[in-house]
Structure formats: C-alpha cells, structure tokens
C-alpha cells in the first residue's frame, strides 16, 4: 500500500509572451488537481444514480516542483510534441511535466500513455484551459483528465463501441464520447453512461469522479516494476 502518490510537477509555459499565463492559474490548477484526485465529489450525483459506490479517492497528490518561462513567437504547437523538442521534458522519470501552450485547432490538452519515450513524457494544456480560468473549459479538468491519460486511464468508452473496453471494470460501456452536460440518464448501452467521469468529453462542471477501477488502474504503474515505479522511488 502506497499511500497518497506524491506527483512532483514542473510547468513548462512557452508563450510570445509567457507572463500572459498567471501565477494565479498555477495555483487553481494545482487545487484543482490535489481536489480531483481526492475528493470523490458524490454530493454532485444526480439522484438515481448508484455511481456514488464506484466514486473515491484516487490517492494522488501533486506539488509545483518548479516553473520554466519562455517568451516563443511560435503562434501554434500542434500535437506533434514539436513544444516538447524545443523545450524539453525535466527530470521526466521522476516527474510530471506539463506543457503550457497554444496547441491550436481546438485542441484543449493531449498527453502520454506511460511506458513512452521520456523525451516526450507528460501532459500539454492550451493555456485558456490551465487553472481557473472562464468558458466551459475554464475549471481545470482538461489537466484532470490528461493526467488521467498519463495515469494509463484511456477514455471511458474504450475510444469504440459498446464491446470497445477502457480495461475498467465498473466504468460501464458506453459507446461513444459525450459532450456537452448531459441529463441523467444518458445511455448508450445497456446501462446509463457515467458521463460525470473525468475521462469522458463532457464540460469541466459535469465531470467530477474517477472509479474504484480507475484508482486501480493508475496505481498499478507505480507498483515495483510498473511504468511509473521511479515517480516513488
Ligand atoms: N484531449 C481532449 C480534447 O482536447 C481533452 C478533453 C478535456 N475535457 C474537458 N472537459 N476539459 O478535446
Ligand atoms: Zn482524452
Ligand atoms: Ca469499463
């Protein structure tokens, strides 16, 4: 038993002009984090629902390990991890790097599964989706749900349909991403999707749980021998 994971993280911000992402963001997304990662957020079910049994405590917790700047007149990164080449990764095998940048064509964050090169390990996040900010984007949980990714999480509904796994088993199947807030119940299968899990698409104020399995699945990583064991050294 691990206890809470600590995750060191460095923030990497490339922007034309850097300071344009605040200290203020830093500190609602790291709240947010250490809130997301803990608190199984039940009171926020809609009534019906069982999903308040699978809902916990996932057991991570994150502080700021340090904050790189970097004024770039790049206007747009892509997901091709050319931010990642030109600004690398920190200690990535002991620690999570997130990217702070313009990713362009709508792109909120992406991140990667472990067990992947370390020169491009962690999470990237658009920089109007980092911290608290304002939109239906704006409450921090684009970060969330990479970290989920980097946690070895993939998307609730397997990335197929409804025999499509996400390798969890009491996130139930669903068989295609939901957006938007959705009303309870929504299903796509046999069952009412869990549309509030933070591996789903929907907007930041409608998704706020991870599962039993979920919790599982990403402290798995960390056991001796597992794709993330040196993060606990
Ligand atoms: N990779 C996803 C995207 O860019 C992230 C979705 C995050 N969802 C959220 N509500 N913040 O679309
Ligand atoms: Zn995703
Ligand atoms: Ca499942």
């Known amino acids: 038993n691990l206890g809470t994971i600590n995750i060191p993280v460095n923030i990497i911000i490339v922007y034309p002009d850097a300071s344009t992402v605040t200290q203020s963001q830093i500190d609602t997304q790291m709240a947010t984090l250490n809130d997301d990662f803990v608190n199984p957020h039940t009171d926020q079910l809609p009534s ?3 999903f308040a049994n699978d809902a916990t405590n996932a057991g991570f917790s994150f502080t700021v390990a340090g904050v790189y700047r970097y004024n770039d007149p790049t206007s747009s990164w892509g997901t091709n991890d ?3 080449a030109a600004y690398p990764p920190i200690s990535p095998e002991t620690h999570l790097n997130i990217w702070v940048c313009n990713i362009g ?4 964050g992406y991140a990667q599964f472990p067990g992947g090169a370390p020169e491009t390990d962690g999470v990237v996040i ?3 989706y980092f911290g608290t900010t304002s939109g239906v984007y704006g409450l921090g949980r684009t970060a969330t749900h990479e970290i989920g990714h980097y946690l070895n999480l993939r998307h609730i509904w ?12 009491d996130t139930p199947d669903a068989s295609a991403s939901n957006g938007g807030c959705p ?5 796509s299968c046999k069952s009412a999707d869990m549309t ?3 591996m789903d698409y929907t907007y930041d104020a409608c998704m706020y749980m991870f599962t039993d399995g ?5 402290r798995a990583i960390f056991q001796p021998g597992g794709a993330r064991a040196a993060l606990v050294g």
């Open 48 to 50: 019906g629902t069982t």
């Open 158 to 169: 397997g990335d197929g349909p409804c025999r499509f796994d996400d390798y969890v088993v």
């Open 214 to 218: 979920q919790r599982n699945r990403m």
């Open 126 to 128: 658009g920089g109007p």
């Open 82 to 84: 050319a931010v990642k």
């Open 183 to 187: 009303t309870f119940p929504s299903v």
């Open 105 to 108: 064509g709508g792109i909120l």
């Open 196 to 198: 509030m899990n933070y």
